[in-house]
């Protein structure tokens, strides 16, 4: 009987021996598997337990552009800068003291850029200034939109889009209140420049002495 149970006991003992034998030789095959790899466990925002993620290589930054061109009214306090690709010239009338974007084969009194206005009523609010502009031109027939806005030089300006007799709105005209001058308004007009390069002139816009 002794010896029946010491064979029992043996057998168990041998079987456990293989089981143990063939677990720790699957933990030592996955251990080799995987030996060769990087700790990559992903958490939020693309990182890892080891820290962040490989960046990806920056954007090249755009080539410099040149420095814009400042501009000064000849007769009244205004200035501007504008990029050094817009040709401009000042016109000779300095009653409105302005300055076109010179294109050639054409009047450079077509392609007005900005001029100032010394003759608004000072009664009268801008806002209904720039709302009435329209009507002292027979090739305009209404006012298609009124915005408010603050330049970046911090002067208050009025963009509005006037409605031609074709019915159409080819440019943006902007109007800026002139500080501690109830008379003057300055004026620009987009015309056929684009709309980033307009909007740039737009915010250098400025008044000397506010």
Same mark, same amino acid.
């Given at each position: 009987?002794?010896?029946?149970?010491?064979?029992?006991?043996?057998?168990?003992?041998?079987?456990?021996?293989?089981?143990?034998?063939?677990?720790?030789?699957?933990?030592?095959?996955?251990?080799?598997?995987?030996?060769?790899?990087?700790?990559?466990?992903?958490?939020?925002?693309?990182? %890892? &337990?080891?820290?962040? +993620?490989? =960046?990806? /290589?920056?954007?090249? @930054?755009? !080539?410099?552009?040149?420095?814009?061109?400042?501009?000064?009214?000849?007769?009244?306090?205004?200035?501007?800068?504008?990029?050094?690709?817009?040709?401009?010239?000042?016109?000779?009338?300095? %009653? &409105?003291?302005?300055? +076109?974007? =010179?294109? /050639?084969?054409?009047? @450079?009194? !077509?392609?007005?850029?900005?001029?100032?206005?010394?003759?608004?009523?000072?009664?009268?609010?801008?806002?209904?200034?720039?709302?009435?502009?329209?009507k002292q031109f027979s090739?305009?027939?209404?006012?298609?939109?009124?915005?408010?806005?603050?330049?970046?030089?911090?002067?208050?300006?009025?963009?509005?889009?006037?409605?031609?007799?074709?019915?159409?709105?080819?440019?943006?005209?902007?109007f800026f209140e002139v500080?501690?001058?109830?008379?003057?308004?300055?004026?620009?007009?987009?015309?056929?420049?684009?709309?980033?390069?307009?909007?740039?002139?737009?915010?250098?816009?400025?008044?000397?002495?506010?």
């Open positions: 009987m002794e010896t029946d149970d010491y064979s029992s006991h043996m057998k168990v003992a041998g079987v456990g021996i293989v089981i143990t034998l063939v677990c720790t030789g699957l933990v030592l095959l996955h251990y080799l598997r995987i030996s060769g790899r990087t700790g990559t466990i992903v958490i939020p925002a693309g990182n %890892t &337990y080891l820290g962040p +993620a490989a =960046a990806k /290589p920056a954007d090249q @930054p755009p !080539s410099e552009q040149s420095e814009p061109t400042l501009y000064h009214g000849r007769v009244y306090g205004y200035s501007f800068s504008a990029p050094q690709s817009v040709k401009l010239t000042a016109l000779s009338d300095d %009653t &409105y003291d302005m300055y +076109a974007v =010179a294109l /050639p084969g054409t009047d @450079p009194g !077509s392609n007005v850029l900005i001029g100032l206005d010394p003759k608004a009523d000072p009664k009268q609010n801008k806002r209904t200034y720039v709302q009435n502009w329209w090739g305009l027939k209404s006012i298609a939109g009124l915005e408010q806005f603050t330049n970046s030089r911090g002067l208050k300006g009025y963009k509005a889009k006037f409605v031609n007799t074709a019915g159409e709105t080819p440019n943006l005209d902007v500080p501690k001058h109830p008379t003057y308004v300055i004026h620009l007009a987009s015309g056929s420049l684009d709309p980033s390069v307009f909007e740039a002139i737009v915010n250098s816009v400025d008044w000397e002495n506010k």
